[in-house]
């Protein structure tokens, strides 16, 4: 069983940036695929970003590609995204996810076993 905290969400201005953070309880945290999803009222939950166990291979929504950086510490059981030119359809409840392995689409919500109870992320225009 993995838990996972999300912190470092909160209110920004268009153009800010914000950085986020993953707690994960476990022993075994780098055996686990990780990735952030968001979800804008209304609106479905959205795929944002992925990174494999070791943290060579990342993966982004185009929405935010060259924006959000995802990354990992295996050592502090962390996860960050890095989010510059945050822009008002950024807005969104953030959430941490862990997958124990991928057999598909990373970036389908069915692929990830825990989730996070998510982090708010608002930017004002």
């Known amino acids: 069983q993995v838990q996972l905290v999300e912190s470092g969400g909160g209110l920004v201005q268009a153009g800010g940036s914000l950085r986020l953070s993953c707690a994960a309880s476990g022993r075994t945290f780098d055996n686990y695929g990780m990735g952030w999803f968001r979800q804008a009222p209304g609106k479905e939950r959205e795929f944002v970003a992925v990174?494999?166990?070791?943290?060579?291979?990342?993966s982004y929504a185009d929405s935010v590609k060259g924006r959000f950086a995802i990354s990992r510490d295996n050592a502090k059981n962390t996860v960050l995204l890095q989010m510059n030119s945050l822009q008002p359809e950024d807005t969104a409840v953030y959430y941490c996810?862990?997958?124990?392995?991928?057999?598909?689409?990373?970036?389908?919500?069915?692929?990830?076993?825990?989730w996070g109870q998510g982090t708010q992320v608002t930017v004002s225009s």
């Open positions: 996810v862990a997958a124990r392995r991928f057999s598909g689409n990373t970036r389908s919500p069915q692929e990830y076993d825990f």
């Open positions: 990174i494999t166990g070791s943290g060579t291979i990342t």
